[in-house]
């Protein structure tokens, strides 16, 4: 099942089940600046992973700093995806999967018991690889989902002020701001794209998953998108999967380079400054590999 479809229902899911969404809030001010609204270190600690009895990742451990934009670099099939899903719970909704370790964000395990799935699901947000808004749903009530999602109220005035903030982050809001009731799944593949990131910036998460979110898109997009992650970058921390070399030296302030060799588990090989990791890596397997000896 696509990633698409498989974030669509989660999302409905938890839209019509009231005992998987927070308690009501009010939807945070512009230019509120509290702890719980921060972009926040994440740190992974001893993770590996399986499904059923096939172990996909091997002990990784990993700080993703705050205000940071760290790039997950390594072939197809090495637990890069895998990883990115586990930074905030998505990997449990697979049936036979399982995990050992610990995900801290700003020191708090999000897997501790009690702790509330959809209340790190807002912390820490997601945008996948191919662009999933709700496409008969206008491009205003797209961007606010995020907020019924997660139980959050606001107002008609607080709504619209949040709607022009956050498609203007997502660099949208110039294309966009006379055609507001149009449908989402009207617009382009890259326009689409930036309108879940508008969507997921809406609850005001603390950090921004990426998974692959340009390998869809033609240059221009892909040239918008990044510019976007550049621009967020002070306000949410950022963790993005690529297999674009070019992209992650562009768009990084550090990489970990994951492989998972002759049918072991993924590991991190070396992880370090972009600049290290693509002018002098410690790892012969990196140098190869960021070179475009393999993979």
């Not at 719970?89 to 708090?108: I, K, P, Y």
């Not at 709607?163 to 660099?171: F, H, I």
């Not at 002018?279 to 960021?290: C, E, G, K, L």
Request: net charge neutral; proline share 5%; glycine share 8%.
């Amino acid at each position: 099942m696509s990633d698409t479809t498989d974030t669509a229902d989660t999302l409905v899911d938890e839209l019509l089940d009231p005992t998987k969404r927070i308690p009501a809030v009010k939807a945070p001010q512009r230019g509120a600046a509290t702890a719980e609204s921060d972009p926040a270190t994440l740190e992974a600690d001893a993770i590996s992973a399986w499904f059923g009895n096939h172990k996909v990742l091997e002990q990784v451990s990993l700080t993703m700093p705050a205000r940071k934009v760290t790039a997950l670099i390594g072939p197809s099939g090495c637990g890069k995806s895998t990883f990115l899903r586990i930074l905030n719970r998505m990997h449990e909704l697979v049936g036979s999967a399982s995990l050992s370790g610990r995900v801290l964000l700003d020191g708090d395990d999000i897997y501790d018991r009690g702790r509330r799935i959809t209340h790190a699901r807002r912390q820490i947000g997601m945008v996948f690889q191919k662009p999933n808004p709700f496409p008969a749903m206008s491009i205003y009530d797209n961007v606010t989902a995020g907020l019924k999602l997660a139980g959050l109220k606001a107002g008609r005035e607080d709504k619209d002020r949040l709607v022009e903030e956050c498609l203007t982050k997502a660099g949208l809001w110039k294309e966009v701001r006379d055609r507001l009731r149009q449908p989402g799944g009207a617009l382009s593949g890259g326009q689409q794209q930036r309108l879940c990131i508008a969507r997921s910036l809406a609850v005001r998460p603390r950090v921004l998953l990426m998974d692959e979110p340009c390998s869809a898109l033609d240059p221009t997009s892909t040239r918008r998108i990044e510019e976007t992650i550049h621009e967020l970058s002070d306000e949410v921390t950022i963790v993005i999967v690529t297999h674009n070399m070019q992209q992650a030296a562009r768009v990084s302030d550090q990489c970990a380079f994951f492989l998972a060799e002759q049918g072991t588990p993924g590991v991190i090989v070396e992880h370090g400054g972009t600049d290290a990791m693509f002018n002098s890596p410690q790892d012969p397997r990196t140098t190869d590999y960021v070179n475009g000896r393999f993979g």
